[in-house]
């Protein structure tokens, strides 16, 4: 694998995962609900990847969840999310990462996502498959939604979550089952790894999926980021290129149908 902004973003994955282990999991703030966590490893990392990025590439757009977009204009630009998966960070649960994305005039070209607690790095560079420490992965060959076991996520918004919840209800006994794991590039990274069969959630943010995206497509799967969700919260959707249909069809049409009853007008429309 060959890309020349790849070994910047290994370097600053490592200066990363140095920052780690100096921090505390405690929550030292919180963001758009009170159920949105911020610790001091959230904000102590992405400043570790921006100090490292900026040596190398002191001119490239940044963007990161913690510190919002920094740099000049540019062709390059950096998509981070230092710690996905904060609140099992917070509890210890050993299922978080690491996500760094480097975007070239529009399309992302290299992505990297590690999970810390695994010790599992997933690696694409455009047009060169993607890796599972250095091992290829593929995306599942499964086509029929009753078999597929199906990873999801909720956001932080309460009004949200309960239409999510009740996407679920609607979609559980259609499905083998659905996993939640509580970090979004992990899900996406399984989904690519054939671990689950498919993905979706609303209100994912760039930084959530930037890199994972990328994995999962060099893996095989079908991937949309922009679909309607919840008011402006988009749908994705990942899935092999045999279930990506069925799954994105059932998934759009029940918050179509959901979204636009009566009840669930105070919820984000
Ligand atoms: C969250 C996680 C979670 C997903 C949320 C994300 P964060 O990211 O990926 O699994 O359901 O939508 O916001 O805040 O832990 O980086
Ligand atoms: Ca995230
Ligand atoms: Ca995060
Ligand atoms: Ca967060």
């Not at 694998?1 to 282990?21: G, K, S, Y």
């Not at 490893?41 to 190398?56: G, K, M």
């Not at 975007?103 to 810390?116: N, P």
């Not at 599992?120 to 047009?127: D, N, P, S, T």
């Amino acid at each position: 694998m060959n890309h020349e902004l790849l070994p910047v973003a290994l370097e600053a994955l490592e200066a990363a995962r140095q920052a780690l282990p100096r921090q505390s999991r405690r929550v030292i703030d919180t963001k758009s609900s009170a159920t949105d966590p911020v610790t001091a490893a959230d904000r102590a990392l992405e400043q570790a990847i921006r100090a490292t990025i900026a040596t190398h590439r002191p001119t490239d757009i940044f963007v990161g969840e913690e510190y919002g977009t920094t740099g000049e204009p540019s062709a390059t630009r950096w998509i981070v999310d230092p710690i996905d998966g904060t609140v099992n960070y917070s509890y210890s649960i050993p299922s978080y990462a690491i996500s760094i994305a480097a975007e070239v005039d529009g399309s992302i070209d290299v992505g990297l996502v590690y999970d810390v607690g695994h010790g599992e790095l997933f690696k694409a560079v455009r047009g060169q498959g993607a890796t599972c420490n250095d091992v290829p992965i593929r995306v599942s060959q499964e086509t029929d939604l009753a078999k597929a076991l199906i990873a999801t996520g909720f956001g932080y918004l309460p009004q949200n979550r309960r239409l999510q919840a009740r996407v679920l209800g609607e979609m559980i006994d259609e499905i083998r089952d659905i996993r939640r794991f509580g970090a979004a590039a992990i899900d996406i990274c399984w989904t690519a790894a054939g671990r689950v069969d498919g993905y979706f959630e609303t209100g994912l943010k760039v930084w959530d999926w930037a890199a994972a995206s990328l994995i999962a497509s060099e893996a095989g799967a079908t991937v949309t980021t922009d679909l309607p969700g919840i008011g402006d919260d988009p749908l994705t959707v990942v899935a092999g290129e045999g279930l990506f249909t069925t799954l994105r069809s059932r998934v759009s049409d029940l918050y179509q149908t959901l979204t636009s009853e009566p009840a669930n007008d105070k919820a984000g429309r």
